[in-house]
């Protein structure tokens, strides 16, 4: 992070929006052959016809259409949908079923193969002590329902296995039904059959712990910027003197607090001046560790347009970053990958700007930048989805689980780096006022897991697996 002029921006990215996933399959209900000694149907209704709703409630059915005894451990069907946010996490809750809601089970999991229609599942199962369907025979009704963690409206219309129009019971081959581990009903979005190994079953199961790479998740749940938990954990609120930002100014720890916001912690980072460098108290929390190279990076950040207090005008940057050493001018083992944000402009920008940008080198004195960046001039006031992802091929930066930018092989970290926060101000050239104001930046959760690139879904379930399981803080990744 530095204070850099608009000329240093040299390497123009084009910037990519796409939305993530492709066209959904148009299935057809699909019967198991009346021969098969274990067939299965599915009868789906809603309760909740909607197109937005404050809980989805799909109902089924099962039907044991084989000739022999089905145990209903051994079943489990799937219902497709769309998650609302790449962030969203979910609940499960039975109502009332025949076989007693203490016998029925529901997780949520992430499609492999996300569509425009479908990046998770419902699973539904079954108990040991659910007991089995005899041929011909049904579980009776199992009314069911999901919401999101937070309790904001759903959005079903662009569910996969969602039908507002069926509310009574009917055959629907958008769910599928599993048979110890066999399809046996139904058709799932293209390319997530259950029964395909590559299928990742139950990421978010709340029971059991996130499993994959090696990974640091951080939850920010600490009492005050000096808590020993917070250097015990590898951070370092910055107290020291330099740049970037405004000559002069404070790095201040006591400006770094942890509130409680809609019942979860977050880090909120605030930047407060009266028009002077004396005046001026900048924030930064950084990794103590420089152990971060190749993988994905997740942060939830809750940018500000205007601030907290005073008046609004100022050129202020608020980030989420990667950076290593320059260990010399132009030094190309140099990297460092930016969400930077200014709401009020800057670097001759004048108004609301987000840049991502990826650095290969760089030399201070005279300034010379070799880097790449893609960039959106609008608002992005309010909480973000922020994902990063290096692989041996490319960088790709994601807002809101859309890809934004794409950059270069060239621009591959080739040493490790640490993982940063901070919000500062560029200059006292926005506005004239000598009046105090104050900014906020909110951070609800860091993540990185080593060399896995995760698409936004799946960053969104490893994040619901830990908080579903308790688990406010781990670091698994090995020092370099």
């Known amino acids: 992070m530095r204070n850099r002029p608009l000329t240093g921006r ?84 039975c109502s009332w079923a025949v076989k007693g809601c203490a016998n029925v089970t529901g997780t949520f999991g992430t499609l492999a193969h996300p569509t425009g229609t479908a990046d998770r599942y419902l699973e539904v199962g079954f108990t040991s002590t659910a007991g089995s369907l005899a041929p011909g025979a049904d579980t009776g009704d ?73 990974a640091l998740f951080d939850d920010f749940t600490y009492a005050s910027s000096t808590d020993p938990a917070i250097s015990a954990h590898g951070w370092n609120v910055r107290s020291n003197s330099g740049g970037p930002g405004v000559p002069g100014a404070t790095w201040d720890p006591s400006q770094v607090t942890f509130p409680v916001v809609s019942g979860n912690s977050v880090m909120n980072l605030r ?11 900048q924030t930064e929390v950084v990794s103590k560790s420089m152990k971060f190279k190749n993988g994905t990076y997740a942060a939830r950040v809750k940018f500000s347009d205007a601030p907290v207090s005073g008046p609004d005008g100022d050129h202020l940057v608020q980030t989420f970053f990667t950076i290593n050493d320059l260990t010399a001018p132009m030094a190309d083992d140099y990297a460092e990958y930016d969400f930077e944000y200014l709401p009020n402009g800057g670097w001759g920008e004048t108004g609301n700007i987000l840049y991502t940008t990826s650095w290969e080198t760089y030399n201070p004195d005279p300034w010379q930048a070799v880097n790449q960046h893609t960039e959106a001039r609008q608002s992005y006031a ?99």
Do not use: C
């Open 10 to 93: 040299r390497r123009v990215a084009l910037a990519l929006s796409a939305l993530l996933g492709g066209t959904a399959l148009v299935a057809v209900p699909m019967s198991a052959p009346a021969s098969a000694a274990g067939g299965l149907t599915v009868q789906y209704r809603t309760s909740a016809s909607g197109a937005t709703a404050d809980q989805s409630e799909p109902w089924f059915k099962v039907r044991n259409t084989g000739s022999a005894s089905v145990q209903l451990s051994q079943v489990k069907i799937r219902y497709y949908f769309k998650a609302d946010s790449a962030s969203a996490t979910y609940r499960f809750a």
């Open 142 to 214: 199992m009314q069911l329902r999901f919401y999101q963690s937070s309790w904001q409206s759903l959005n079903q219309a662009d569910d996969y296995s969602f039908n507002g129009a069926q509310t009574s019971y009917a055959d629907w081959g958008k769910v599928t039904a599993q048979l110890a581990g066999t399809t046996v009903w139904g058709t799932a979005p293209a390319g997530n059959d259950p029964t395909d190994p590559t299928d990742p079953t139950d990421p978010t199961d709340p029971t059991d712990p996130p499993g994959g790479g090696k």
């Open 271 to 281: 930047t407060s001046t009266s028009g002077t460098a004396e005046s001026t108290r």
């Open 382 to 480: 309010g909480w973000h989805d922020l994902v990063l992802t290096i692989d041996g091929s490319s960088i790709k930066y994601y807002i809101d689980g859309q890809l934004f930018g794409t950059h270069d092989a060239q621009y591959l970290p080739e040493r490790p780096m640490s993982i940063n926060f901070n919000q500062w101000l560029i200059d006292l050239a926005g506005q004239t006022a000598t009046g105090a104001r104050a900014y906020d930046e909110q951070v609800d959760y860091v993540l990185h897991v080593k060399d896995q690139v995760l698409t936004p879904a799946q960053v969104a379930s490893k994040v619901s697996a830990y908080r579903s399981a308790g688990t406010s803080f781990v670091d698994e990744v090995p020092a370099s």
